[in-house]
């Protein structure tokens, strides 16, 4: 049963930390998302990617967040440095990615991050 | 630009009951929707989705949705809530090679 994996799943850190965050997309999916959940703004796309090409990431903010692809088995986003405010629950999510529009992405478990 | 609105944050029915869950689009393109559900500390997994073929769309666990135009809705209904049906639900809507835009979520709580 093939998932999207995500580590770690939880994460707490001081203000000022840098946090990285890992996806593993499913195998042979060649999109991959990252997501931010928050209670108030609900779930926000922070950035695409196909074939690890950046396709959008207009969702983060530039000055502190980071998103690669080093290798189509791997994805990381980076915060640096934190701020309370980037508490959240954060989600990759894979697909095939022969539409963005009509593609159904499969997500992975998301990691909770705490920024005290 | 598009958007979705899902009316009532938080929808309660009893066991058995009829569920449903409303969701209005905006789209200035022939959009394509979906509906995703969230169970506790897990991701979102796909319902179901429509795309543009017949307008009543059936998706896994007993549920459907249908495509109205007219009035910009795409409404996720089940005919008899389980318990197991408790989860968060989001509707969905993508067009032209956009990705998704999701709206802010429909709890939904079963009660025995």
């Known amino acids: 049963d093939a998932r999207v994996t995500q580590t770690p799943r939880h994460k707490v850190t001081e203000m000022g930390q840098e946090v990285t965050m890992r996806c593993q997309p499913i195998l042979g999916h060649n999109t991959v998302f990252w997501y931010r959940q928050t209670m108030m703004q609900g779930l926000e796309l922070l950035a695409y990617f196909r074939n690890r090409a950046p396709l959008d990431d207009s969702g983060m903010p530039k000055d502190r967040f980071s998103a690669e692809m080093p290798d189509a088995t791997l994805a990381t986003l980076k915060i640096q440095p934190s701020e309370p405010r980037d508490s959240a629950v954060y989600f990759c999510?894979?697909?095939?990615?022969?539409?963005?529009?009509?593609?159904?992405?499969?997500f992975g478990p998301g990691t909770r991050l705490t920024v005290l | 630009a598009q958007s979705v609105t899902q009316l009532g944050s938080h929808v309660s029915v009893s066991e058995g009951a009829l569920v449903l869950l409303r969701c209005n689009y905006s789209?200035?393109?022939?959009?394509?929707l979906f509906w995703y559900v969230q169970y506790p500390n897990q991701g979102l997994q796909l319902l179901l989705k429509?795309?543009?073929?017949?307008?009543l769309v059936k998706g896994i666990n007993g549920f459907e949705a249908e495509f109205k135009k007219s009035e910009t809705s795409f409404h996720l209904t089940k005919p008899s809530a389980h318990m197991s049906d408790a989860a968060e639900y989001f509707c969905?809507?993508?067009?032209?090679?956009?990705?998704?835009?999701f709206g802010k979520g429909t709890r939904l709580s079963v009660i025995a």
């Open positions: 969905a809507v993508s067009s032209g090679n956009t990705p998704l835009v």
């Open positions: 999510a894979s697909g095939l990615g022969a539409e963005a529009s009509t593609d159904t992405q499969y």
């Open positions: 429509y795309t543009s073929a017949a307008t």
């Open positions: 789209s200035s393109v022939p959009p394509y």
